[in-house]
């Protein structure tokens, strides 16, 4: 298997303009994850899906963020207008059941928004 | 709210020799899953190893061994035979399997692993 796939592995943008991110997660795996990465905050969960259903979106940290499944081979992670603090490390991961199986991780998108 | 910590934000090592690193975790819940990842200089998150709470034998996986106390909340990582290769971040995590968040993964700071030739 390919592992999960993020795109693109960078991205450099200015303030104000629409970023998004994509996930391409492993096959057959029904739960997708995304997280952020900062030195400040660490590693933490932005959202994640169930069969393409968002589930638990209580750490996406506000309205310019938005994600979106819509089938079960494709996500994507949208920033708009995107600030300079959303500067971060954007990790999608895929698992094959929730609460009992491992995620695995993409490769991750290094985001920077200057 | 469960929380994760990892006391240790450096530690070095020399090749082939073994290290523990140490992690701690606070949680009311009595079902639950520890893991350890690896984070190298090429970012990708790489599971290193899981214990299911509810085993009482420790998990290994070739060189790397945990020692899970489960009363003292205590989930160490020990590697032996340290290889150049396990230059990392490593990252304790949580997660617990029960509620709406039953997936969510709660990170450690992690601890940056040199291993010195």
Redesign the interface.
């Known amino acids: 298997d390919a592992g999960v796939i993020q795109s693109p592995r960078h991205e450099v943008t200015e303030m104000g303009q629409e970023v998004t991110l994509r996930c391409k997660p492993i096959s057959g795996h029904d739960?997708l994850?995304w997280?952020r990465q900062t030195m400040m905050r660490?590693?933490?969960?932005l959202i994640?899906f169930n069969n393409n259903v968002p589930?638990?979106d209580?750490g996406m940290p506000e309205d310019r963020f938005s994600a979106k499944m819509p089938n079960a081979s494709f996500s994507t992670l949208k920033i708009q207008p995107s600030e300079p603090r959303d500067s971060a490390?954007y990790?999608c991961?895929s698992?094959l059941r929730?609460?009992?199986d491992?995620?695995?991780?993409g490769?991750?998108t290094?985001l920077t928004v200057l | 709210a469960q929380t994760v910590t990892q006391s240790q934000p450096e530690m070095s090592v020399q090749e082939a020799e073994t290290v523990t690193l140490s992690c701690t975790y606070d949680t009311s819940e009595s079902n639950y899953y520890l893991f350890w990842y690896k984070q190298p200089p090429s970012r990708q998150m790489i599971l290193v190893i899981r214990q299911e709470a509810y085993k009482q034998q420790n998990a290994t996986e070739n060189r790397f061994s945990v020692n899970f106390q489960k009363a003292a909340k205590s989930f160490s990582l020990k590697i032996s035979d340290s290889q150049l290769g396990d230059t990392a971040m490593y990252f304790c995590a949580f997660m617990n399997p029960q509620g709406a968040s039953g997936s969510r993964l709660t990170f450690g700071e992690g601890t940056q692993l040199t291993v010195n030739p």
């Open positions: 739960y994850f997280y660490g590693l933490e969960l994640y589930i638990d209580s490390v990790f991961a698992s929730a609460g009992i491992t995620q695995y991780f490769p991750g290094r």
